[in-house]
Each structure stands twice: as structure tokens, then as C-alpha cells.
């Protein structure tokens, strides 16, 4: 059973994060330019968010006089790379961008990360425009280890909502049944027409499950982390409905789908619903690249038997602690994760910013009214897509096979039986360290 915890995001209604100092702020002796000259590798994970510092990054070094080289890698690669060359004591970056839902617990476990909180505390080091405060209580929770140390600041929240294209059909279904159903009669395969598509992509199709899940008022994990639910009545439930919706109503090769292709399906025109995270709006409102521009419809994820919720998802930003220039490296954090850079990203559609003061911004002007409308509705019925636990992309890649073998045909049942009793080991192990 689902216990309603305080959401690991920001919104207006959300109380303003316990201030770490009093007196950031209160001197005029920080300065931008203090770090002029110097370099800073940056790591960035494929995704709206990299898109946004990247496109704005010249503004950084206009700004301080630092030079930037920045590169962004599919999740699937900088993720492991980011891991293994932390664990080396050798980064090839002095800052990173990470899923705290997939990292946050490896990075903090190992101290690989800069704790943040001696430059939160230092006037000269944090710029008084800053401000920490304006971080949501939510956010700052999915920033902070276990162990009280803060190696990261929040980029952004993902909720999970449904994409669907208002041509086919002219409002979102609001329970998982009338999916269900509505995909079943737009389906027809004859016509290249599909009713749904999501992610079928061993463990990155783990977040659609769970989002499923969440439906039956049920996460993954027991709350102290230790027992798996993976393979209760609700679970099964929840692995029944994506096999069956994937199976029959989604396009053909689903099972290699991540979101990119997911998104490219639902471009076209051929797909009447897609579920996934909030920042991939930018592309299907282009009429660049979108054949659905003008009628691209925005849900909430629809009820389940038992609750209405959303997957939420977090990301960090972090500085290595083996960096050489880790004050430089601190004033790109401060940048990218500072008031306009959260406005900017909302503005394009990249996801939902984790400071409060961004949906009360005059200049704030995101993609749709109905994006932004379900963006804050699904984040007052956010709760954790992903279990945060050591081993989590252990844990996507194991039920990311199981998913994949049920749309294949596999009993449901018997897979995730056969996946719960595979992971507990691994479970157990971490629990240990």
C-alpha cells in the first residue's frame, strides 16, 4: 500500500525547502568571473534537459569566462561510463548529470560526488540570486543521501502522462479499463493505426510496468526498501495490462522500443496514445518534424482499480569529487540549476522545474496551456516510479526482461515469479554494504 509521502518535486504548492544557511546572500563579495580562464568537462544524459543547458551554455561562459565542453550520451551508455569511471578515481568530467532515480544511491554509497553543503554555506562561493530556498521540500529530498550529505542539486522532476493525438480520439480515457478499451477500437493494423505505444525496451520499459502499478495503489518495494512486491496480485495485474496493451495495440518491434522510437511512432500520426514523461512535448508541437502539431492532447495518466497516480522521476547534477576545479565546476551547477535555466526549461517543455518561484514567473510560456495544466496535476498525485535502491538498474534489467519476454507471450505470472526470486539476492547483498 501506497503511504502518501511528500513528492520529490517543486511546485507552488509545495513548502519551500528548509533553508541550509542564513547567510548566503547576505554579502556582495561573490563574483561570476572569479574562475575566468579555466575549462570544465560536463557529462550530460541524452534527454530535453541536456538539450536545454547545451542550448544555452554560451550564456554561462559569456557569463563567467569559463570555457565549457559539454557531450551528451544515450542513457544506456553515459550511465555505466559515469559509474565506472567515478568508481576508477579518474572522471573524464568535473560535473555530471545523472537520474537520481537510477544513481543517486551508487554515487552517494561510493562518495563520489562533491558534498555541496560547505559552498551552500559560503557567501563568496554561492551567488545571492541563488537562492536555495526557492527549492521545493520535495526536491531537496531526492537530492539528499541517506547519510544527510548533499552531492547534487535538482535539474528537474518528470511525472509520467499521456501524449495522445486529438484526431483520433478527443479526450483522454480516465481510468486504465477505458484505455484499455479505446486502444482496442482505434487499433487497426491494416491501416498502419495503433492504438498505444510504450516503451518495450528491456529495462527502460521497466517505468511503463510501474506506472501500472502505481494503479493498483503499489510500488515495488516494501517502504524500508527490503522486501520485493513484484510478483503480488497487484503486481501481476499491473504486468498483464502492459503485456496485453503492448501486445495487441502497439506497432510492430515494439519490444525495441525506448522512448525515441516511441516518440517518432507518435509523430507520424499512426499511434492514438503514447505514455511517458513530461519533457518529451518539444518535438511533437514542432511542425518541423511533427505531422500532429496542431492536435497533440496532453492527459493525466488514467485511474487504476484502486488509486489514480503518476510515475515521477528525478534528476540531479553533481561535481566529481576527484575534479580539479571544483569552484568553476560549482559555478556551472549554480548556473544550470539556477531561476531562468529552470524557467528556460519549462518554456521549452523539457520537464517540470523543482523550484517553486517558475510558475509564478511572468515570462513563464510553456508549449501548451494543457501541457503545463496536466504537468502541475500530475505532480499532486506524483509517487516514485523506480524503488531507490542500490542495484535499481539491476533490478530495470531484470524486469526488463521479464517485460519483454511477456510481450513475446510469456505467462505473466510465471515471469515475474521467476524475476522477484532472481533479483532478492542482489537486494539482499546491497542491504548488507
Not at 543521501?145 to 484526431?167: A, C, F, H
Not at 512486491?229 to 510492430?252: F, N, V
Not at 518529451?280 to 496532453?298: A, E, M, R
Request: aromatic share 8%; hydrophobic share 40%.
Amino acid at each position: 500500500m501506497i503511504s502518501r509521502r511528500t513528492l520529490l518535486t517543486a511546485t507552488a504548492a509545495t513548502l519551500a525547502a528548509p533553508a541550509i544557511v542564513s547567510e548566503v546572500g547576505a554579502t556582495t563579495a561573490f563574483d561570476w568571473k572569479r574562475h575566468k580562464g579555466q575549462t570544465i568537462v560536463v557529462s550530460l544524459t541524452k534527454s530535453p534537459r541536456a538539450d536545454n543547458l547545451q542550448a544555452h551554455q554560451k550564456e554561462f561562459e559569456a557569463l563567467t569566462g569559463i570555457k565549457v565542453i559539454s557531450e551528451q550520451l544515450p542513457e544506456q551508455q553515459q550511465r555505466p561510463k559515469m559509474v565506472m569511471e567515478l568508481a576508477a578515481g579518474n572522471p573524464s568530467f568535473d560535473v555530471t548529470h545523472f537520474s537520481l532515480h537510477v544513481s543517486k544511491r551508487v554515487v552517494g554509497a561510493g562518495k563520489w560526488l562533491l558534498d555541496l553543503r560547505p559552498y551552500l554555506a559560503d557567501p563568496k562561493l554561492t551567488a545571492p540570486e541563488f537562492d536555495y530556498a526557492d527549492f521545493g521540500a520535495g526536491a531537496v529530498t531526492a537530492i539528499t543521501q541517506p547519510d544527510g550529505r548533499i552531492d547534487s542539486m535538482p535539474v528537474e522532476t518528470d511525472v509520467w502522462l499521456v501524449y495522445y493525438n486529438k484526431k483520433m480520439l478527443p479526450k483522454m480515457p480516465d481510468t486504465l479499463d477505458e484505455m484499455m478499451q479505446t486502444a482496442a477500437r482505434l487499433n487497426d493494423p491494416k491501416k498502419n493505426v495503433y492504438g498505444f505505444v510504450g516503451r518495450g525496451l528491456k529495462n527502460a520499459n521497466v517505468p511503463v510496468w510501474t506506472s501500472f502499478l502505481l494503479g493498483e495503489n503499489q510500488l515495488t518495494v516494501t517502504p524500508d526498501n527490503k522486501t520485493l512486491l513484484t510478483d503480488t496480485p497487484e503486481a501481476i495485474w499491473a504486468g498483464q495490462y502492459y503485456k496485453d496493451i503492448l501486445s495487441k495495440y502497439a506497432p510492430p518491434g515494439v519490444v525495441g522500443f525506448n522512448w525515441y522510437e516511441c516518440q517518432n511512432s507518435f509523430m507520424q500520426g499512426n499511434v492514438g496514445m503514447w505514455l511517458d514523461g513530461v519533457g518529451f512535448c518539444p518535438p511533437l508541437v514542432d511542425p518541423k518534424v511533427s505531422k500532429i502539431y496542431d492536435h497533440v492532447g496532453v492527459g493525466l495518466m488514467p485511474a487504476g482499480p484502486k488509486a489514480r497516480h503518476c510515475a515521477m522521476f528525478n534528476d540531479g547534477i553533481g561535481i566529481a569529487a576527484k575534479s580539479k576545479v571544483k569552484d568553476a565546476a560549482w559555478l556551472y551547477v549554480q548556473w544550470a540549476t539556477g531561476k531562468q535555466m529552470a524557467l528556460n526549461l519549462v518554456n521549452m517543455g523539457g520537464g517540470a522545474s523543482p523550484r517553486v518561484s517558475t510558475y509564478t514567473e511572468p515570462n513563464l510560456k510553456p508549449p501548451t496551456k494543457e501541457w503545463l495544466q496536466t504537468m502541475l496535476a500530475s505532480l499532486k498525485i506524483a509517487e516514485p516510479g523506480l524503488p531507490e535502491i542500490i542495484p535499481v538498474t539491476e533490478f530495470r534489467d531484470v524486469f526488463g526482461i521479464a517485460l519483454t519476454n511477456m510481450i513475446g507471450g510469456a505467462d505473466v505470472a510465471s515471469e515475474l515469479k521467476k524475476a522477484t526470486e532472481e533479483f532478492k539476492p542482489v537486494l539482499a547483498k546491497s542491504l548488507q554494504s
